[in-house]
């Protein structure tokens, strides 16, 4: 599918924009799953300012998304009508403050800002080193992992609303719950402020090499995955409920549960999205018969079938 080409027209209206516009751009190479169809507009601003002043030159009626790793995203083999917005190299920046503080941009990876932290001998970040994705990311579902979670260390979070407003949420104002904040679809996080503790470097060193080895050792993370793809039911395993409903291993064309870890679907090289979601939703089927707890998408699935 080809959708009109809307850059020449955003350009002109947007002089002084200084981030890039790309018309039809495929999204495979954004998802860790490796398939979708095409964005209509994918725009990668310089910056924040570029990003305010983009929205606020931007038609509200013009569907927008943002990516960031794209580690627990699918996009439909119809591809994006509007704009995917990625967070690149402007969003990336990550700094250690006083007071056992580190400040990461949206598009930072969450391994990347563990490790910061750990160097600089600052302790109850290290569970970032299992959350597959960005900071944007765990802001707006308050990714967690071993034991951890967003909502634990965040002090603020700074974004972009949809008419270009910046804006400042505390951890109080964010209304974490489990793999949700309440913060407006529409805010854009752009940076994040984290607070630990004081701790011995090498020891969180250690801490975060153990999540390594445990999630090698039990997850698939070398394949075309997006993370986990349902939520845990209230004091219920997604993973359990699926094993005991026969799913483990169930495949739909070159889509599967994974054998390792069955609350896990991998693209072996040619599912179509289609192929992925098709298969989850028959995984949601069986564990309904099962079981009867309806199961949760904890991946996030847009765009045109």
């Known amino acids: 599918m080809m959708f009109p080409d809307l850059t020449g027209e955003l350009r002109a209206e947007m002089p002084d924009l200084r981030g890039k516009l790309e018309a039809n751009a495929p999204t495979a190479p954004l998802s860790w799953f490796r398939t979708g169809g095409p964005a209509q507009v994918l725009f990668t601003p310089a910056d924040e300012g570029d990003l305010a002043y983009f929205l606020v030159h931007l038609d509200r009626q013009v569907p927008v998304i943002v990516v960031g790793l794209g580690s627990n995203l699918l996009i439909r083999d119809g591809g994006w009508k509007g ?16 007071n056992n503080r580190v400040r990461a941009g ?30 944007g990311g765990a802001l707006r579902m308050n990714g967690g992992a071993y034991g951890g979670e967003t909502k634990d260390v965040l002090v603020e979070a700074r974004g972009v609303t949809r008419a270009g407003e910046k804006v400042v949420y505390t951890n109080a104002q964010m209304g974490f719950t489990y793999r949700h904040s309440s913060v407006p679809d529409d805010v854009i996080f752009t940076e994040a402020l984290f607070e630990g503790r004081p701790g011995d470097p090498s020891e969180i060193l250690a801490e975060m090499n153990s ?25 219920r395993k997604a993973w359990e409920l699926i094993d005991a409903a026969g799913c483990r291993g169930m495949r739909v064309g070159e889509a599967q549960v994974s054998e ?46």
């Open 211 to 235: 999540i390594t080895e445990a999630r090698s050792s039990t997850q698939p993370v070398n394949t075309r995955t997006g993370g986990s793809t349902f939520k845990n039911p209230p004091d």
């Open 260 to 305: 390792m870890h069955c609350n896990f679907l991998i693209n072996h090289g040619s599912a179509s999205a289609a192929d992925i979601e098709g298969l989850g939703e028959k995984v949601r089927q069986r564990v309904r018969e099962a079981s009867g707890v309806e199961l949760e998408w904890e991946i996030k699935r847009v765009g045109l079938s």
């Open 83 to 98: 704009v995917v917005i990625r967070l690149g190299k402007g969003f990336a920046d990550i700094a250690v403050e006083a």
């Open 106 to 135: 949206a598009g930072a990876p969450d391994v990347k800002v563990a490790r910061v932290a750990a160097e600089a001998g600052i302790a109850g970040l290290s569970f970032l080193r299992g959350i597959p994705g960005t900071i």
